[in-house]
C-alpha cells in the first residue's frame, strides 16, 4: 500500500471511477472492500489516518450485540453473529474468542442470563463460538479474582468476539488495495461536483500533507463520514437539515491486575441502566462505556471529567481493587450518531444499531448508522445501489469470504500475533539493520522495525499513525507514548526521508494530542 503510487493513481485526469468513497472508517472500508470484490473501480479518500475517527476507539468487541437482543432487535442480532462468524474466520490474526462472565447476585438475573445467552447461542448456529453456561461461585472467583464477592452467587459464562480496530481497519484497506482499490489517507474531500442535471459526477479533493488540490470523475459517490455525514450532505444541499447528534463514549484502560484473568467482565445493567464491560486487551484493561451527547462531531474528541468520575465509579461498584485516577494508563473517547431531535422536541432517539442507506436527489449515497462487526454488510448492502444510481450491472458480491491481509492458520506468538504472515517480514527487517531490533519502550515488547514497517507498507505517515493506530501504544499508555516519540520520529524521519524541522514539528503535534489521553490525578 504505497501513498506516491496511490496518488499517482488519483491524478490520472482522464479516469472515470466507478465508486469513490468518503471516509475511511469502518464504513467506507467495508464499501470499498465489497466494491473492489465485485470488480468495481474504487478510489476511498481519509482526510485524516485510516480509522483516526470512531474506528480505532470501539470497546473492540466483534460482537452481536446481548444488548440488543435484550431490546428485541432480533434481525440485527442475527446479521451480527453471522458476521462476526466470518470475521473471526477471515481475520483470524485480529480476533479472538473471548469469554465473558456476567457476576451474578441474584437467582433471578441467573435465570434472566442464562436463558437469554441460550437464546444468543442458537442464533450464532454453526458460526457459535462457544456454548454459555452457569458456573458456580468458586470458579467464577478462579476466573474473575478481583470481582466483588459480597453477596456473588456465581456467574455466567458466554462468548464473543473481540479485535484490534484500528489493524483491521488497515489490513482491510491493504486487501482492497492488493485487490486493485486505491486507498488513500491524509485526503479530504473539500467538494462535490455536479453536472447540468445536477447528478454528481466528481469530488473536489486536497492532499493534507501536501495541499496539492485534484478533481477526480465518479460515476458513484459514498459518503461513509460517521459523524461528519452532515457536512458532506451539507455541501451538496447547503439547505440540508442537521440530522446526526454526537453522543460520546469513552474509555479507560488499566493494569490488568484489576479484573485479575484472561476472562472479560459484562455488567449488563449498573446501578443507572448501562452496560458496562471490562475487557483485557494487548496485556491491559479496557473499560468502558458512556453515552454523553455532545454538540460537535470532532476527530479528537475529549473525555470530560464526569464520564471519567462515571467509570471509575461503576468499575469501583463490580472490583475489589478500586481503581483510581492514578491507575488510569489512558482515556480514549469516540462518537457514535445519533439521530438528531426534530425541531422543537427535546428527545434524542439512537438512529438503530442496523445501518441505513439513504441516497439524495443528485445521487449521494449515504450510509449511517451500525457497527465495526457489521462493516462488510454494510458496505455489501450500500454497494448494492451501484445499479440503481449508474444504470449498469453489478457482480455479486465476493467480500463474504474474503480472507484479510496478514490471514495466516499459523498465528505469530505474542505480540507480533496482530501482524499476522507479515510478521516474519518486519523481524527480517532486523537483519537489514540490527538498531532496529531495539525497543521502542521498556514497558512494551514493539521494536524500531515495526515503525519501519508500517512506514513503508501501512501508510503511516506521522507519529501518532504509528503510536496510536499501528502498535497502539497511544491508547493503552499515554505516557509510555510520549516518552517514545522521539524514538519514533527519528525512525520515521529515516524511512520517510525527512528532516529535522519535520521532526520537531511532528514532535509538538504528538505532544499536544497525546496529552489528551493522559489523565490528571486530582
Ligand atoms: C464508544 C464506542 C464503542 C463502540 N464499540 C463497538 C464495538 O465494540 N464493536 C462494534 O462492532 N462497534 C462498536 N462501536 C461502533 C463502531 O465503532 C462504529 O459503528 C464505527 O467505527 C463507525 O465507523 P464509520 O466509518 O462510520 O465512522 P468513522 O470511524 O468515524 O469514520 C469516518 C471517517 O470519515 C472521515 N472523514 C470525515 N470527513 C471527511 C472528508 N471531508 N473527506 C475525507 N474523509 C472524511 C473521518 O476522518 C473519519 O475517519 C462503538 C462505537 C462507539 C462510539
Redesign the pocket.
Known sequence: MNREENLNQLRDKSKIWDIAV?????????VALDAVSRGLSVVL???????????????????G?VRYLAQGDIALVLE?LKERGMLLKNAPHLTQNQPFIIPIYTWWDRIQYSAGLKIYDWMAGKLRLGKSRFISKSETIKRLPAVLQKGLKGGVVYHDGQ?D?ARL?LNIAQTADELGACVLNY????GLVKNESGKISGLK?IDEQSKEKLEIQTKMVVN??????D??LQ?DNPEAPKTIQP?????LVMDLEFLGGKDALMIPKTRDGRVL?AVPWHNKLVV???DTLREK?K?EPEALQKEIDFVLETASGYLTKKPSRADVKAVF?????LARPKEGSTKTKEIS?SHKVIVSQSGLVT?????????RK?GEDTVDYFTQITGQTLNPSKSLNQKIHGFTTEIPSGHWSIYGSDAAKIQQLTIENPEWSKPIHPAFPNILAEVVWSCQNEMAVKVEDVLSRRIRMLILDAQAALDSAEKVAQTMAVALQKDQTWIDSELADFKKTAEKYLIKST
Open positions: 468518503i471516509g475511511g472508517g469502518s464504513s467506507g472500508l467495508g479518500l481519509e482526510k485524516a489516518d485510516f480509522a483516526k475517527g470512531t474506528s480505532s476507539r470501539s470497546t473492540k468487541l466483534v460482537h450485540g451480527a479485535f480496530d481497519a485526503m479530504k474531500v473539500s479533493v461513509a463520514t460517521g459523524v461528519f455525514a457536512k458532506i455541501m453522543s460520546q463514549g469513552i474509555h464491560f468502558g462505556t458512556t462531531a476527530l473517547a469516540g462518537l457514535r450518531p444499531r450510509l449511517t448508522g451500525g457497527k465495526w462487526t457489521t462493516y454494510m
